[in-house]
């Protein structure tokens, strides 16, 4: 049996494609996990600074609105987590990349509320972090193929919260001209 996990160590730059960088270097140090939980809350605030009105609206035309990028949050978050889930259970299948435009133009996100989004990026949280937090180093350390590159799991924790806090800061700094921590 494994313990709970605390800390899950940041991974090496050969265990991600470069692609993937920024958001692994976004990643803040320490309990990553813990880090994440207490995040949906930061959504929730800054749904509520927004306003819903101007959450379902996109800051220029082509872009996304902020319901929109919720949702792709969310979406990219469970595509991730089961790459992790393959990874870590040995399953080095090729699983092929996912078209983020395709996802968000489909997924009806302004038809929904603000809180119902979050919500349901609470829900994926907490699914995430039971996936990750009983790893073993060795199971974190396994790699999968995604999108035609060699990845490990522990490098997936960190790309969806470096995703995650990159999308938070951008409409921080778009809506409210803050930034996310």
């Known amino acids: 049996m494994h313990a709970e996990r605390a800390m899950i160590p940041r991974p090496e730059p050969d265990e991600y494609s470069a692609y993937y960088a920024a958001y692994v270097a976004a990643a803040p140090d320490g309990d990553l996990l813990s880090v994440m939980e207490r995040r949906v809350e930061e959504w929730r605030r800054l749904a509520r600074a927004v306003g819903?009105?101007?959450a379902a609206q996109p800051s220029a035309p082509g872009k996304w609105?902020?319901?929109d990028t919720i949702q792709h949050v969310v979406d990219t978050e469970r595509v991730m987590a089961y790459r992790a889930l393959r990874a870590a259970r040995g399953d080095a299948t090729p699983l092929s990349p996912f078209e983020q435009d395709d996802f968000v133009r489909?997924?009806?996100a302004?038809?929904?509320t603000c809180d119902d989004l979050i919500g349901e990026l609470e829900a994926v949280r907490h699914a995430t972090i039971a996936l990750f937090r009983p790893l073993s180093d060795e199971a974190l350390a396994r790699r999968g193929i995604a999108s035609?590159?060699?990845i490990t799991a522990r490098a997936l924790a960190y790309i969806i919260a470096g995703h995650e806090l990159s999308h938070l800061r951008l409409?921080?700094?778009?809506?409210?001209?803050t930034s996310a921590s």
């Open 52 to 54: 819903e009105e101007r």
């Open 65 to 67: 609105s902020m319901r």
């Open 106 to 108: 489909v997924a009806g």
């Open 110 to 112: 302004n038809d929904r």
């Open 148 to 150: 035609g590159a060699p």
């Open 171 to 177: 409409l921080g700094e778009r809506l409210l001209g």
